[in-house]
């Protein structure tokens, strides 16, 4: 018993060390809170999401269980379709729900501004699309968000049925090297 004790005490510290050798201790995080728009057109020639499964009765089926839809919406720094865009979101959602009232979110943000360009987040997560708030997880990232972990809401603002247009407001929180 006294050895397994030893022998742990001596693979804790020997991580630990080999940990700060390579600085990873001395990392400072940086928390960032942001708050962007999806563009989101769900029809019509310009349609930034199709739905991938069974796409030949026109409507988009939302809360059919085991559908799957590819994106690829703008992201916009303020609310205007004509704000200037900073990302796109690329990705896929899965009805995941039997009764169709979750899908699995699989997006990364793409960014395309100066700030940030070619920096990603990818946020991943179970997301209850009839709830007005859905928060889904930051799990990872690249370039100037490498490391980042956190959340983001979605919120959506407005929907035309005519134009098949949702404005979504994404809130993120993030932390990241």
């Known amino acids: 018993?006294?050895?397994?004790?030893?022998?742990?005490?001596?693979?804790?510290?020997?991580?630990?060390?080999?940990?700060?050798?390579?600085?990873?201790?001395?990392?400072?995080?940086?928390?960032?809170?942001?708050?962007?728009?999806?563009?989101?057109?769900?029809?019509?020639?310009?349609?930034?999401?199709?739905?991938?499964?069974?796409?030949?009765?026109?409507?988009?089926?939302?809360?059919?269980?085991?559908?799957?839809?590819?994106?690829d919406d703008p992201i916009t720094e303020g609310f205007e379709e004509s704000s200037a865009q900073i990302a796109r979101a690329q990705g896929i959602y899965v009805t995941s729900a039997l009764d169709g009232s979750n899908t699995h979110v699989l997006i990364s943000i793409v960014f395309i501004n100066d700030k940030y360009k070619g920096s990603t987040l990818e946020i991943q997560g179970t997301s209850?699309?009839?709830?007005?708030?859905?928060?889904?997880?930051?799990?990872?990232?690249?370039?100037?968000?490498?490391?980042?972990?956190g959340y983001a809401t979605f919120e959506t603002l407005s929907y035309d049925h005519a134009s098949h247009y949702a404005l979504i407001q994404c809130n993120l929180t993030v932390v990241h090297l």
């Open 128 to 149: 209850a699309q009839f709830e007005r708030v859905r928060e889904v997880a930051v799990v990872g990232g690249t370039g100037k968000f490498r490391l980042a972990r």
């Open 1 to 71: 018993m006294a050895i397994k004790l030893y022998l742990f005490l001596f693979l804790a510290f020997f991580t630990f060390s080999k940990a700060d050798d390579l600085g990873l201790l001395k990392l400072k995080l940086k928390e960032i809170q942001m708050t962007v728009y999806f563009q989101d057109y769900s029809g019509g020639p310009n349609a930034t999401v199709v739905e991938i499964t069974d796409p030949s009765h026109g409507l988009l089926s939302f809360t059919k269980f085991g559908a799957i839809f590819c994106t």
